[in-house]
């Protein structure tokens, strides 16, 4: 039996357009354009990926070498970081205006504030609550073939940085 899924790699800026033109019937994305394919008549959210891989992580911060080598920076870059999910968390509509003016390409405030609304919506800062997820979800990147190997969560996060500002 032939398969029904042809897998295409399509940029998540470009899936909106390209389900929309019907060059693709399905989509795995992240938000804001989630919400703007939700908000078509012709299309619906058909599973959740949370109820798949609860708590799994969608974009995480990464910093070169460089910056992990002076712990100075890579705190202050870590408390920035804090600092801002919890500005995210305590003020949506303020971050979907500030969302908005930066992202741009069409994502308008009342765009990122639906996409804030959205349960995938959840920020994050502590790399220790999500390194069980991550190890599931690139084994699971693995095997659908778009990584050779799962990087071991040890060797993909610098927890040095977020553990000393907890201090």
């Known amino acids: 039996m032939e398969s029904a899924i042809n897998k295409s790699k399509v940029p998540p800026a470009k899936a909106v357009q390209t389900i929309q033109s019907g060059d693709i019937d399905a989509t795995i994305i992240q938000e804001p354009f989630a919400t703007v394919i939700g908000q078509d008549d012709g299309f619906g959210e058909l599973v959740w990926s949370g109820d798949i891989l609860e708590d799994h992580p969608v974009?995480?911060?990464?910093?070169?070498?460089?910056?992990?080598?002076?712990?100075?920076?890579?705190?202050?870059?870590?408390?920035?970081?804090?600092?801002?999910?919890?500005?995210?968390?305590?003020?949506?509509?303020?971050?979907?205006?500030?969302?908005?003016?930066?992202?741009?390409?069409?994502?308008?405030?009342?765009?990122?504030?639906?996409?804030?609304?959205?349960?995938?919506?959840?920020?994050?800062?502590?790399?220790?609550?999500?390194?069980?997820?991550?190890?599931?979800?690139?084994?699971?990147v693995a095997n659908v073939g778009n990584i050779e190997d799962p990087v071991a969560t040890e060797n993909l996060f610098a927890f040095d940085p977020y553990d000393a500002i907890q201090e």
């Open 59 to 140: 974009t995480v911060l990464f910093a070169n070498q460089h910056v992990l080598d002076d712990s100075e920076v890579a705190q202050s870059l870590v408390e920035q970081h804090v600092a801002a999910t919890e500005f995210t968390a305590d003020s949506p509509d303020a971050t979907a205006a500030h969302a908005a003016s930066v992202i741009g390409s069409g994502v308008s405030e009342d765009l990122a504030t639906a996409a804030m609304d959205s349960q995938a919506s959840e920020f994050v800062s502590d790399p220790h609550a999500i390194t069980d997820q991550t190890a599931t979800m690139g084994e699971f």
